[in-house]
């Protein structure tokens, strides 16, 4: 959500959305924050959840964090038997998805 906010500029939208869903045969309640903001460039998606990669390498720890942010949810959600997805457009916005198990 910290990311989300500090991408979208004034005037953009930030939207949360729970729902359940399937996938694989399995029930999972979903959590998605979307934005409108800035977007991540594709080729830098597979990378996100590793640890201490930040997309902006310019930007300092002062500024922008250590790049643990999105490894730590990571293993939170699979620590959960869930996962994680994010879909982005570069000047559109971004989504991520957390999926958790319905008991």
């Known amino acids: 959500m910290v990311n ?5 500029s004034s005037g953009g939208r930030i ?12 029930r999972f309640a ?6 409108t903001g800035v977007g991540i460039a594709e080729e830098q ?5 590793d640890r201490f990669y930040r997309v902006e390498e310019s930007r ?5 964090g250590m790049g ?15 996962f994680i997805s994010v879909q982005s457009d ?3 916005g971004t989504q991520f998805t ?5 008991a």
């Open 4 to 8: 989300a906010i500090r991408y979208t």
């Open 15 to 26: 939207s949360i959305r729970i729902t359940d869903s399937s996938h694989d045969e399995s």
């Open 30 to 35: 979903s959590v998605s924050i979307t934005d």
């Open 45 to 49: 998606l597979p990378f996100l959840f």
């Open 60 to 64: 300092s720890r002062h500024t922008g």
């Open 68 to 82: 643990l942010g999105l490894a730590i949810a990571k293993e939170f959600v699979e620590a959960h038997r869930g």
């Open 90 to 92: 570069v000047g559109r």
């Open 98 to 102: 957390v999926y958790l198990p319905c």
